[in-house]
């Protein structure tokens, strides 16, 4: 189903489509177009989305304690965090995270992996499997629809970032469950796992909501895409409002180029054009993004991943 609306208050369903057989035409207008679309989950394996879902809102009702066990200790990304305040004057990102690396296995820090529930670190380990698989029939057709042999060394890096956004009764405009951004990836597979909306996206200066999907998972064009393809792929900015009386949880799944790779515009589509963006190396740039607080920028913005 495709709806194309800009108003606030109604649900866009971007483009959905399913994994296996997704039609390389459809891929590439959504990859143009929007930045973001939407892939049928079936191909998941019911069990596998069910044990995540139940193992990390089992973890997010933990009492704080036994969650800081396995808390971020000073200048670590991963583990688990509450959002911060650092003045009065900011919007406040009204959420609490988990992030862990995910991919490849010998990047992982088990530290801050929570081992409760017993099953959450097997539950993690099949979820991030299966999205890596999905990411992976993806972008062999991004490649083949750009026409370019991507090394799969572009899309090895996973990380994981679970969010719980609580009802937020007071909510107003100094409040967002996240801030506008655009993430620092290829791409970002994002599941809404417990259905309820607050994801939108930015689409010709409007928010556009997105109806969370039973069935999908949300992909979102990433910042190192728009790089490689010197701005032909826009990544797609996007923010979370709050809801004044529903929790939300969700996952995003960042696919990233290996952290010690440099990452510039692909010669064969840069052609005779000029370069729009930097080379930088992929674990610099990810530093920069994820230790700071973005409050409206673009990554690539923020980044000075620009020429
Ligand atoms: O919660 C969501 O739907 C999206 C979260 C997000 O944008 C992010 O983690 O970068
Ligand atoms: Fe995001």
Redesign the pocket.
């Known amino acids: 189903m495709e709806t194309k609306q800009s108003t606030e208050g109604k649900w866009s369903h971007g483009k959905t489509m399913p994994v296996k057989n997704v039609q390389a035409a459809r891929l590439r207008s959504a990859c143009e177009e929007w930045g973001f679309f939407q892939v049928k989950n079936h191909e998941i394996p019911d069990t596998v989305l069910e044990n995540m879902r139940n193992d990390l809102e089992h973890f997010f009702r933990l009492p704080l304690d036994e969650k800081n066990r396995f808390g971020q200790l000073p200048g670590d990304l991963q583990g688990y965090g509450q959002a911060f305040v650092e003045s009065e004057h900011q919007t406040l990102d009204w959420c609490d995270?988990l992030y862990l690396v995910t991919q490849p296995p010998h990047d992982r820090e088990m530290r801050p992996w929570p081992t409760t529930p017993v099953s959450f670190r097997e539950s993690i380990e099949s979820y991030s499997s299966e999205l890596m698989r999905v990411t992976g029939s993806l972008m062999a057709i991004i490649a083949r629809n750009l026409g370019v042999d991507l090394p799969s060394d572009t899309y090895v890096s996973q990380a994981l970032?679970m969010?719980y956004?609580p009802a937020c009764p007071v909510a107003h405009d100094k409040v967002l469950?996240?801030s506008p951004?655009s993430?620092i990836s290829m791409l970002?597979l994002?599941w809404?796992l417990n259905m309820v909306g607050?994801?939108q996206i930015k689409r010709q200066d409007a928010w556009v909501p997105?109806k969370p999907h039973p069935k999908a998972l949300?992909v979102?064009v990433g910042d190192f895409l728009e790089i490689m393809t010197n701005g032909k792929y826009q990544s797609i900015e996007?923010?979370?409002t709050v809801n004044p009386h529903k929790e939300?949880m969700?996952i995003?799944a960042?696919h990233l180029p290996k952290f010690d790779m440099s990452v510039g515009p692909l010669s064969e589509i840069v052609g005779a054009e000029l370069k729009k963006y930097k080379t930088l190396r992929v674990d610099e740039v990810a530093k920069v993004v994820f230790s700071s607080k973005l409050d409206g920028k673009k990554t690539k913005d923020y980044a000075m991943l620009r020429v």
Do not use: A, K, P
């Open positions: 995270r970032r969010t956004y469950g996240i951004h993430d970002t994002v809404e607050g994801l997105v949300v979102n996007h923010r979370v939300r969700s995003s960042f």
